[in-house]
């Protein structure tokens, strides 16, 4: 009996997940919104990233951030000190993962009205996050190059999923064993229209491709 | 009856604390039976591993913190002192149980299929697979996850957690309940402190507040730096847990 009935739960979750998440992405693109999903490990440089990427790009969009996290403000204001766009911090209560209904009710009260790209900064997680669609026009994964060339063999769901794959903190390679050309092609057995872009906040390898990579996004979405 | 019980706790790691469907405020329900009952399974696996004088340690971090190459490193400093082996949890690769046979370290590698951490029932299946009653200690490599292995007791009589250097000394403060229930926690990759802003003393301030009792030690793996103690310590406390 319990059998039938977890499982029954999860079917109705995943299909009633899929439709909330349906809804807010064609929401968004009647806005002319771009709305992505950055997901990661914890500590592959979420916040960093994204903190220079909206400085390079505040200018020329609007942008807003929706910051995930079980506890803690600090990405959110971090992004908001050291950017000025406009950040908010969902907590999730101990949960792994953000899903279509919690992303949907932040943005009753976030409101994306007046922006261009809109990013979710999700839970540092190489698991859950995956199997959650958000209402996210894209997904955007980091692995940072500290982490290890062997995580797309690890977290198949995760590279399947993602269409951006940024392989971060690449100015750290001499110290780290990190094998390029061995993580691109796995990652490519997983997902071979991946768009892998290696990336360095630090020395701004990379980011002119994001960047160019993401106008390219917004402009489709506003059609 | 079993698979369910798991499946379950799968869906409940991800689903629980939304309260919009009828669906969920079942699973709501289910989430306190089952960490009830997985407590009471891991109070149980805990006191038959004493008796067989086996020492449990559950062994958590994110991903890429260097589990497997800490566990590596290990090996010749426990040579002659203990006899230890690993069971790695993935969820779908052979990478670490292959990098510990090839060492010779005696391993077996468990399948979550998907499922983002590992608790008492698992734990007490991979045992039965693993089938060695003559090792003083078993490290149970976690999922690489700072969050759902953090809240299942796995029946270990130790939690160790690895923060490495890269990672960024917030971790603590981002995923406090992981620091919360480590006994020891394992400071890696300190070689590559000169690249990394990572700020040891913020770092303990958060740790100790959660966790005045925290056990720390920090090494490199890669370089060896710090291992010995680290080794020292462990079988000390391997000691202690069998006697």
Not at chain 1, 154 to 182: C, G, Q, W
Request: net charge negative; proline share 3%.
């Amino acid at each position: 009996m319990g059998e039938v009935r977890t499982i029954q739960i999860h079917e109705n979750i995943t299909a009633a997940n899929d439709r909330t998440a349906e809804a807010t992405r064609r929401m968004l693109t009647e806005k002319g919104v771009f709305f992505i999903n950055v997901m990661s490990s914890p500590g592959s440089g979420k916040t960093t990233l994204l903190t220079a990427l909206i400085n390079r790009m505040k200018e020329k969009v609007k942008i807003a951030e929706m910051d995930v996290d079980i506890a803690s403000t600090l990405d959110a204001q971090r992004v908001a000190d050291a950017t000025g766009v406009r950040a908010i911090q969902i907590h999730n209560g101990g949960l792994c993962h953000i899903d279509a209904d919690m992303t949907a009710r932040a943005l009753k009260e976030f409101s994306v009205d007046d922006t261009d790209l809109l990013i979710l900064e999700n839970i540092g997680n190489l698991v859950c996050p995956a199997e959650f669609d958000t209402g996210a026009h894209k997904n955007m994964m980091l692995l940072s190059v500290p982490e290890g060339d062997d995580k797309p063999l690890k977290y198949p769901l995760m590279f399947s999923v993602s269409d951006i794959v940024l392989i971060t903190k690449t100015d750290t390679a001499p110290y780290f064993n990190f094998d390029m050309e061995a993580a691109k092609e796995r990652i490519y057995q997983l997902n071979s229209s991946a768009v892998i872009l290696p990336v360095s906040a630090r020395t701004g390898e990379g980011l002119d491709e994001l960047e160019a990579l993401l106008m390219k996004e917004i402009a489709a979405v506003k059609g | 009856m079993r698979f369910t019980v798991l499946k379950a706790s799968m869906f409940l790691c991800r689903d629980a604390g939304k309260e919009n469907y009828m669906e969920e405020i079942r699973i709501i329900e289910l989430k306190e039976s089952i960490l009830e009952d997985n407590d009471k399974d891991a109070q149980v696996l805990r006191d038959e591993l004493k008796s067989k004088k086996t020492c449990l340690i559950n062994l958590m971090s994110g991903p890429g913190s260097g589990k497997t190459t800490t566990l590596l490193a290990l090996k010749d400093c426990f040579k002659d002192r203990i006899s230890w082996g690993v069971m790695e949890a993935d969820i779908d690769s052979d990478v670490d149980a292959i990098r510990l046979k090839e060492a010779g370290v005696p391993s077996i590698q468990l399948h979550t299929g998907g499922m983002c951490h590992l608790d008492a029932d698992m734990t007490r299946q991979g045992l039965r697979s693993f089938d060695r009653d003559d090792l003083d200690l078993i490290f149970l490599e976690n999922i690489g996850n700072l969050v759902c292995p953090a809240e299942f007791d796995t029946g270990a009589a130790v939690n160790m957690t690895i923060l490495s250097v890269p990672e960024g000394d917030d971790k603590p403060v981002k995923y406090p309940l992981m620091y919360e229930v480590a006994d020891i926690m394992v400071v890696n990759k300190i070689d590559t402190l000169p690249v990394f802003d990572f700020d040891r003393e913020r770092m303990e301030r958060a740790v100790f507040e959660r966790n005045p009792d925290m056990k720390i030690f920090y090494v490199s793996a890669l370089t060896g730096e710090g291992i010995p103690e680290l080794a020292d310590y462990l079988v000390e406390r391997v000691k202690e847990c069998n006697a």
